[in-house]
């Protein structure tokens, strides 16, 4: 409320207010000291009727230029069509969708910066082979993977090789099971997929003892296999992409915020439209859209902003915290495609957890590949802990022992002998119930959208959450179902 107060003070008292605009909008002395200050000007002033005006969008529109820099200069107040918060793979593909897309101006928030959160902890599968075709969320994979074909593509196109800039590599996918029940379900699966366009096959035992030689194959076990499937580098991918953006810095059209957790939101009060976010150290407007795409503190981050809100508005995603580990290979294990058992899908939900055997609900199951450096990259654990992201090194030993049920060669090796030879990835999923993201508008704040929950797949549905809220906002026909996302 103190700050709905300052503003509208300042609608009032523009001369008057300058100074103490410039010292709220630094930090000094917080809102409550501002707002008196604001009302202590505006009544010395000879304009002053003893009440304040109550709309944020009379502020004179002076005050919001946006910066020209590519990173936010630390001045008070600026002013954008579209304001993202939060700079993982989801918010920077969207300011990229609207910087390419159209002519709109954007700033992207960050509490941090870029990959700080689930993004550079994945292992980047852009896979379609453990997608169930038909499901609420088969159109939007097919159209992510889609765009990020195109995407590859496009940097052929600028005389760049792919695997350097986004660690692109075309692995193809193998969901591998282990018992009879296992394959007959991969049978149906692929069956499934070459029904709806895509170019998959089931590999019996000794097809994928053919492709994979480095795996421990009993007779039941088989795979579900897509060649058109690959893989990213996740860091190198948003390298890219943040590089991308920043060609727009300098006609003005794109800042960066980072280090800067948005504290409050800024509303109309007479139409309850969304007009800007406040962080620690700038005021920023976003004129036709405030996204809010946060991952797994997105519920934290829209409690906090609607706090004072009238609407009871509840936004249910959880971290859910995973383990990579990431070894120097030495041909210890010789991969030819990227690797999942098909149990991993058991735990694709939280209730799927809950129902594991282990008494602290942790889920281990085993997924394999190669980075772009050659590392032997092994996973995954899903735990429903919180936000801790600390090392269990409980959890890296059953990483380790799950792969070696795969492929006997890392059974003859010690995990301890390999200590200096190590890295281990820690990230937390944004876990929704249900298993979908939402994407869309927020109930009853108009301009503001969400583009949160995506779990694990938030690199593989990337750049088609990008290109749907973009249309969202811009009231474009919409080239995927959003229906099923809404809040």
Known sequence: MAATVLNMAFNQCSRRVQPLRRAY??????????????????????????????SYREISTEIFEPAQSGRASGSDLHTFDVVVVGAGIIGLTIARQFLLGSNLSVALV???????????????????????????????????????EALAESVRNEGLDPLQTLGWKKTGSLLVGKTSEDCADLKKSVDKLVDFG???????????????????????????????????????????????????????RYVEFYYEPVTSLLRDESSGEVVAVQTKKNMI???????????????????????????????????????????????????NHALMESGYLNHASAAG?????????????????LDPMGRLVLGSSRQLVGFDTEVDETIVQRIWD??????????????????????????????????????????????????????GEGLTLALGS???IFDMTLGNTPRVDAEPFSM
């Open 25 to 54: 909008f630094s930090g000094c002395g917080g809102i409550a000291a501002a707002a008196a200050a604001a009302r202590s000007a505006c009544t010395r002033s000879p304009n002053f009727s003893g009440r304040i005006c109550s």
């Open 110 to 148: 960050d509490a941090a910066v870029p990959c700080a959160g689930a993004t550079g902890a994945g292992q980047g599968y852009i896979w379609r082979v453990n997608k169930s075709p038909g499901s609420h969320k088969w159109e939007l994979a097919v159209r992510s993977h889609g765009l990020w």
């Open 198 to 252: 895509v170019s998959a096959v089931y590999l019996n035992r000794d097809d994928l003892l053919a492709e994979e030689p480095a795996l421990k194959l009993g007779d039941a076990h088989g795979a579900a296999f897509v060649p058109g499937d690959f893989q990213i580098d996740a860091k190198r991918t948003v390298a890219y992409i943040e590089k991308g953006n920043r060609k727009f810095a300098a006609e003005g």
């Open 285 to 335: 407007r976003g004129k036709k859209a405030v996204i809010i795409a946060t991952g797994c503190w997105t519920g934290s981050v829209m409690d906090q902003l609607l706090k004072d809100s009238e609407i009871d508005l509840d936004f249910p995603v959880k971290p859910r915290k995973g383990h990579l580990l990431v070894l120097d290979n030495d041909n210890t294990v010789e991969l």
């Open 353 to 369: 957890v809950s129902a594991a055997s282990d008494s602290d609900a942790t889920s281990i199951s085993m997924t394999a590949t």
């Open 402 to 455: 799950r792969a070696g049920d795969f492929f006997p060669a890392l059974k003859e090796v010690s995990l301890q002998d390999m200590i200096d030879n190590r890295k281990v990835r820690v990230g937390l999923r944004p876990y929704m119930p249900g298993g979908a993201p939402k994407i869309g508008p927020v109930p009853g704040f108009p301009k503001m959208f969400v583009v949160a929950g995506h779990e």
């Open 466 to 468: 990008a290109e749907m």
